[in-house]
Nanobody, 121 residues
Framework: VQLQAYGGGLVQAGGSLRLSCAASGRTFSNYAMGWFRQAPGKGREFVAAINWSGGSTYYADSAKGRFTISRDNAKITAYLQMNSLKPEDMAVYYC???????????????WGQGTLVTVSS
């Protein structure tokens, strides 16, 4: 699976962004999708994940109530809608794919290149 994340940019605190992760290659609908982020000087952390069908979603505590993960298997794309953004959300966001969901980045096999989200206060 090849993944390409896009949609990052500069937004003011309180604003919204929608990240997209376009997939190609192996059958997209067979894979769980996840979003991780890495802030400067920090490790990569789990943000959200969704199972192959879209029927189950998982969120980090920091994302609950503000972020929504979804997928469109027909468009072979996963999304991360981010609302009420905070300066601490600023990071490079990566999408990932694997056969099952995990909260640990080393359990995901396929990765996109990352898209930068900058939140100004």
């Amino acid at each position: 699976v090849q993944l390409q994340a896009y949609g990052g940019g500069l937004v003011q605190a309180g604003g919204s962004l929608r990240l997209s992760c376009a997939a190609s290659g192996r059958t997209f609908s067979n894979y769980a999708m996840g979003w991780f982020r890495q802030a400067p000087g920090k490790g990569r952390e789990f943000v959200a994940a969704i199972n192959w069908s879209g029927g189950s979603t998982y969120y980090a505590d920091s994302a609950k109530g503000r972020f929504t993960i979804s997928r469109d298997n027909a468009k072979i794309t996963a999304y991360l809608q981010m609302n009420s953004l905070k300066p601490e959300d600023m990071a490079v966001y990566y999408c990932a794919a694997d056969s099952s969901v995990s909260y640990y980045d080393n359990m995901w096999y396929y990765w996109g290149q990352g898209t930068l989200v900058t939140v100004s206060s």
